[in-house]
């Protein structure tokens, strides 16, 4: 069985950075599909950033050129660096893998002054 533990979210100011890491177990981060979603309050799930087929990547919109996905295949750990946060990206954050639908538990991450 896949699991997925997230870590790294918190608090941070408007323009502020933060770093959620993912720990995989039982399955590999180099697979195709690996992604982070994230949950406002009142919000649906949304995909964040995830990585297609090989090393192509994908990201909302409204985060590219600010979030940026990596892995580190050794570690076995996904990653996402997150700059210049906003208010409007708080919210539950999961790492997980669309393909093989399975994900974390989610580390929370408020932007607020």
């Known amino acids: 069985q896949v699991q997925a533990v997230e870590s790294g979210g918190g608090l941070v100011q408007p323009g502020g950075s933060l770093r959620l890491s993912c720990q995989i177990s039982?399955?590999?981060?180099?697979?195709?599909?690996m992604s982070w979603s994230r949950q406002a309050p009142g919000k649906a799930r949304e995909m964040v950033a995830g990585?297609?087929?090989?090393?192509?990547?994908r990201y909302e919109d409204s985060v590219r050129g600010r979030f940026t996905i990596s892995r580190d295949n050794d570690k076995n750990t996904l990653y996402l660096q997150m700059n210049n946060l906003k208010p409007e990206d708080t919210a539950v954050y999961y790492c997980?893998?669309?393909?093989?639908?399975?994900w974390g538990q989610g580390t929370q991450v408020t932007v607020s002054s």
């Open positions: 990585f297609l087929s090989g090393e192509n990547t």
């Open positions: 997980g893998n669309l393909l093989y639908n399975y």
């Open positions: 039982g399955g590999t981060v180099s697979a195709s599909g």
